[in-house]
């Protein structure tokens, strides 16, 4: 009896390792992501998740909303399309927990025009395209303010709407569009101030086609973005040891020619220079 219960012991202990290697072999890791730039810069790292027994999968979408959703939901680990000023208020108004995990680059916001090379040549009573949703709203009137076409009552306000501006010499007039249909109104508008994940698929490179863009520091740093309950995964760990690398740093800079700014230093391999931006947190 004592031999039977000896080797019982011995066989749920191998049946115990068997069952973790499976699990750890066949672990995924779901990431919700827009498609350009931060699709790709996920993507590049799959193989070597692989490798660490974690399968990728990259779920693409087009729009604002529904990433927050499926992740939300539990339909999918995590997303990374987001800065923090937008995960705030997405949260704030659906009455959502999700948190930030660590951030990957900087995606600058930029003016475009089919009309004008310069944004202080605008016509007066030009028309002037905006992201629709609070955040980047706001984020294209305080990039507006810096240039000195508008003047906002407060140019520190993440949630400015053009309900507050104060100054607009040129009696400039705004149209709210949604961020994934900024590049279709190109051609109809004066000024088009569009988010580079969008402009970059639209054909659009924001240091050759933009007339202006946001400074390199930037706080609009774009997270990846997990459920309270998935912050201390293995697998987010390990994605975050597999992005921060000097790979995917080298990567995200001469890919997008400097149109996407890493907001890391390798951990693997010093970079001179490398100073990491502030990330709003």
């Not at 790292?45 to 999968?57: F, H, M």
């Not at 529904?66 to 937008?86: A, C, E, R, S, T």
């Not at 995917?248 to 890493?262: E, H, Q, R």
């Amino acid at each position: 009896m004592k031999r039977f219960t000896k080797l019982s012991t011995a066989f749920a202990l191998l049946a115990a390792s068997f069952s973790s290697t499976t699990a750890l072999a066949n672990q995924t890791l779901s990431v919700a992501a827009s498609v350009t730039p931060h699709a790709e810069v996920i993507k590049l790292v799959a193989d070597d998740l692989k490798k660490q027994g974690i399968d990728l999968k990259v779920v693409e979408f087009s729009d604002y909303v529904q990433p927050n959703v499926v992740v939300y939901q539990k339909h999918v680990d995590i997303n990374f399309y987001q800065h923090l000023p937008y995960l705030e208020v997405f949260n704030a108004e659906r009455g959502y927990d999700l948190v930030p995990a660590f951030p990957i680059f900087i995606t600058p916001v930029a003016v475009y025009s089919s009309k004008v090379k310069n944004v202080h040549d605008v016509r007066e009573g030009g028309v002037v395209a905006i992201p629709n949703d609070p955040t980047n709203g706001a984020r294209a009137l305080l990039l507006l303010h810096s240039l000195g076409l508008i003047k906002l009552k407060d140019p520190t306000n993440i949630k400015a709407t053009p309900r507050d501006i104060v100054e607009n010499p040129k009696k400039l007039k705004f149209r709210e569009i949604e961020a994934p249909n900024l590049p279709r109104v190109l051609n109809s508008v004066d000024l088009d101030v569009i988010n580079t994940n969008f402009a970059v698929p639209a054909g659009l490179h924001p240091l050759k086609d933009a007339i202006a863009i946001e400074e390199n520091d930037s706080p609009y740093a774009n997270w990846v973005v997990t459920r309270p309950d998935n912050a201390n995964l293995e697998s987010v760990q390990k994605l975050k040891e597999a992005i921060y690398t000097k790979k995917v740093y080298d990567f995200i800079l001469t890919k997008f020619n400097g149109a996407v700014i890493p907001v890391f230093c390798p951990l693997d391999e010093p970079v001179e220079g490398c100073k990491v931006p502030e990330t709003n947190k």
